[in-house]
């Protein structure tokens, strides 16, 4: 069995669904379960939808559910043309979906108030469109598919809007769901992103979820692959709209990918990772575009080379510096410190500490407020704002010969603050947000475009 996810690019339009039926159409021996996003463009959608119901903004909210209604009935038209009573069927079942999410709306529209788990219902609508219209896709072709709603076996906590998995009922969950709901059928097709509490109310696993509901599904039925089908050749050196020379990176392990993800690279929600790693289960990236590529293995880790990867970022980033002589020769000091972070719900990304002074390195847009007052209390506190984060990530990075000289060599700019992790697999540095573009490519250049460069 494999897991086969396609994201909202891969599904983005009528072309794309029909290339996708295609591709899965190649794998039908390796009992594929196909997970797919929303189309391009409308989980954003829907997210507007929802804020225009919170601020009575009918006119407006009705505009973009037409939009909405619009896009989803002509590619199933346009799709399914040669078939009508398939497409005739499926237009009604996408009219269905939309015009309950409109009464839904227009009711939250009224009230003005919007919980978090009525957003949840409303953002959705997007998998449950895409994957109602692949599924008639499917089916026209000749592929038996089995449509199973997702939230029957994708259960979370009750953080509606960022649901965390829990793990054991998804494992127990899963594997009956689809023996029961797939038997016969050639193709099971689920959604990714959303799921369900244990009392059945709406969740969603956060954006770019999806690839995250697919290798769960892949953890709980032992799947022996993962395919990750996107945009783009794999996973690369560099983000291509930062580095034209980025290339495409043959195979890197579990661990790197999961670092990469962490720190910027956009190609797989940070915590995909995870479940494969668990099963020993390889994750390929591949272009929907090029099907016949070989795009990214990421597999465990004694199967990777050593060395540099890719050159990751964060644009948008703050360093809190945090000074205080009571460090100096005094323990509890780091606990206390991490502990208003933790009970202020702050992520820290990097740390770095000397005598009487630690750095942190936050996510902007976080509401770090109280943590500055609390932290005030007991130490002088400093801010830079308008930072960047570039990290180089590899297996046994700091080993390798060289390293050094080619993330600093190449270094105009001032640096805030260096830090190293344990795992030796990331080294990132955090520079003004103006030099970031140009400290990438410099880095990159000396890693990647250097003759024997890795
Ligand atoms: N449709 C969701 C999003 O746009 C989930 C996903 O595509 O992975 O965030
Ligand atoms: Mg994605």
Redesign the pocket.
């Given at each position: 069995m494999i897991v086969m996810k396609f994201?909202?690019t891969s599904v983005g339009g009528c072309e794309e669904m029909a290339r996708v039926v295609s591709i899965v159409q190649q794998k039908l021996d390796q009992r594929p379960v196909v997970v797919t996003?929303a189309m391009s463009g409308m989980t954003d959608l829907l997210y507007r939808i929802a804020d225009k119901a919170e601020q009575h903004d009918e006119t407006a909210m009705e505009e973009l559910l037409d939009k909405l209604r619009n896009h989803h009935v002509e590619v199933a038209e346009r799709l399914l043309e040669r078939n009508v009573d398939v497409m005739l069927q499926t237009t009604s079942r996408v009219n269905e979906i939309c015009d309950e999410l409109e009464a839904y709306t227009k009711a939250i529209c009224v009230l003005g108030e919007l919980s978090d788990r009525s957003k949840a219902l409303i953002i959705s609508n997007g998998e449950l469109l895409s994957s109602t219209i692949l599924a008639s896709a499917m089916q026209v072709a000749g592929i038996k598919t089995a449509w199973v709603d997702a939230r029957k076996m994708m259960i979370t906590n009750h953080y509606h809007l960022k649901g965390e998995p829990v793990i054991p009922e998804i494992e127990r969950r899963v594997p009956q769901v689809i023996a029961e709901e797939g038997n016969g059928a050639d193709v099971v097709l689920t959604q990714g992103f959303i799921s369900a509490d244990m009392d059945g109310e709406p969740t969603v696993l956060g954006r770019?979820g999806?690839?995250y509901s697919a290798s769960l599904i892949a953890m709980a039925l032992n799947a022996s692959a993962i395919e990750i089908w996107?945009d783009v050749d794999g996973v690369l050196t560099a983000d291509p709209n930062k580095v034209k020379t980025a290339k495409r990176l043959e195979r890197i392990s579990f661990e790197e990918a999961a670092e990469m993800a962490h720190f910027g690279a956009k190609v797989l929600?940070p915590l995909t990772i995870e479940p494969a790693i668990k099963k020993n289960i390889p994750i390929y990236v591949l272009n929907s575009r090029k099907p016949g590529s070989v795009g990214t293995s990421i597999l465990d880790h004694s199967d990777i080379p050593d060395g540099a990867k890719s050159i990751s970022y964060k644009e948008n980033i703050l360093v809190i510096n945090i000074f205080s002589t009571k460090m100096i020769n005094a323990s509890g000091f780091l606990g206390k410190v991490f502990d208003i972070f933790s009970v202020n719900k702050v992520s820290v990304d990097l740390i770095s500490t000397s005598e009487a002074n630690i750095s942190v390195t936050v996510d902007d847009g976080q509401d770090i407020g109280k943590v500055l007052e609390e932290l005030s209390e007991f130490a002088t506190i400093e801010v830079d704002k308008g930072k960047a984060q570039i990290s180089v990530v590899g297996q046994n990075l700091i080993n390798q010969p060289g390293v050094l000289d080619k993330i600093f060599a190449p270094l105009e700019e001032r640096i805030y603050m260096v830090s190293q992790g344990a795992s030796l697999i990331n080294l990132s540095i955090v520079v003004d947000k103006q030099a970031m573009d140009g400290t990438i490519k410099a880095i990159h250049n000396a890693f990647f475009e250097q003759e024997g460069a890795l």
């Open positions: 994201g909202g996003s770019g999806s690839d996107t929600h």
